[in-house]
């Protein structure tokens, strides 16, 4: 039996005070833990192909990593909506809007299920968000939160062939710290195939990374 095949039994759903736990005794060093990531993170942001003014959600936004090449490409008018659960990680993502002197991010500390927001958004980044990926009421409300084709990215962790057992046992332990279900992680990406049109997935980093890209119903 493959290395996948052992590791992608039925496990439980994401677990909301579990991840809490882990997210706060991550934060102090959670930004220096994403570090090799950051090209990831560079790619995706252009994939949603952000134009001057608009509004987009990062939803799990975490100490706010994305926010300044967000920022970069949305320009002065454009506004960041960030959405995070963890007290600790929110704190240094308003450490950084400070920093950063950026007066248009508006920061909701909730799970992406309960977050609540007036208006709509132009696009949404899910950047290693494999809990929220997992839960429906999550992906619903944040698409509920999206005009009619909004540009959606996400991309996070995921098996690859179960002959790239080196590769898995790298997703294996990166994800032991960074999820708290490894439920669906063959196809992390696919309850959101489900809710986009235009739907496309593509892997890197040997097939242990998805970037995945689509836009909001019409």
């Not at 993170?41 to 799990?60: F, H, I, P, S, Y």
């Not at 708290?180 to 986009?196: H, I, K, N, Y």
Request: overall charge neutral; glycine content about 8%.
């Amino acid at each position: 039996m493959g290395t996948r095949s052992r590791l992608a039994a039925p496990h439980a759903p994401p677990d909301r005070d579990k991840s809490l736990q882990q997210y706060r005794a991550r934060a102090a060093r959670y930004d220096a833990e994403l570090l090799p990531f950051e090209p990831l993170r560079q790619e995706a942001v252009a994939r949603l192909e952000l134009r001057l003014g608009e509004t987009v959600l990062d939803v799990g936004c975490g100490t706010g990593l994305s926010f300044a090449p967000l920022q970069e490409r949305l320009g002065p008018q454009g506004h960041i909506v960030g959405i995070e659960q963890c007290p600790e990680m929110m704190a240094l993502a308003r450490d950084r809007v400070h920093a950063g002197g950026w007066r248009r991010v508006t920061l909701l500390q909730a799970p992406a299920e309960e977050a609540r927001w007036r208006g709509r958004a132009d696009a949404a980044l899910f950047h290693f968000t494999h809990d929220i990926l997992r839960q429906p009421a999550a992906l619903d409300n944040t698409l509920a939160h999206l005009r009619p084709g909004a540009r959606v990215v996400a991309t996070g962790l995921q098996w690859a062939s179960p002959w790239a057992w080196p590769v898995n046992l790298f997703v294996l332990g990166a994800a032991s710290y960074s999820v708290t279900s490894f439920d669906g992680l063959a196809q992390p990406w696919c309850a959101l195939a489900e809710r986009l049109e235009g739907f496309e997935v593509h892997t890197t980093w040997m097939g242990g990374v998805f970037m995945a890209s689509g836009v909001s119903p019409r």
